[in-house]
């Protein structure tokens, strides 16, 4: 079963870094990677062009308009079966506090590991809970 994978970031550059590091996963169908540039992009997609529960959001803290904590309890009530796991430049604790209550899956700083988080999403793949 491919899991997809919404990125949801508004650096540009984020897309071609992940599909960059996920490229032999999505060839062999283990994840289908899918972007959105803004918490609403994604709320949008997630309600419309993705199979939820086949799905994992990674998505950045910061961003114009909503962010990604607002993100996060948004699709814990919409759509709670979906694991978010939070990836942010800012680290704090009181961030990373938030995410926790708030019910994100996992809390990752950039620069991403992406060695560390490919293990975690292999954690929250749909077949394995």
């Not at 997609?45 to 950045?60: F, G, K, N, W, Y």
């Not at 680290?91 to 490919?118: N, S």
Request: proline share 5%.
């Amino acid at each position: 079963m491919t899991v997809r994978i919404l990125v949801v970031d508004d650096e540009p550059d984020i897309a071609d870094l992940f599909r960059q590091q996920f490229r032999r996963e999505a060839k062999a169908g283990i994840y289908a990677l899918h972007f959105a540039h803004s918490a609403v992009e994604a709320l949008d997609r997630i309600a419309s062009e993705t199979q939820p529960e086949l799905m994992v959001i990674l998505s950045d803290i910061n961003m114009p308009g909503m962010d990604g904590l607002t993100l996060l309890a948004r699709t814990r009530v919409q759509w709670p079966e979906i694991p978010v796991v939070m990836v942010t430049a800012y680290g704090d604790e009181e961030r990373r506090r938030r995410a926790e209550e708030i019910g994100a899956a996992e809390f990752i700083t950039k620069p991403v590991d992406f060695a560390l988080l490919k293990a975690h999403l292999r954690e929250l793949q749909p077949a394995s809970r």
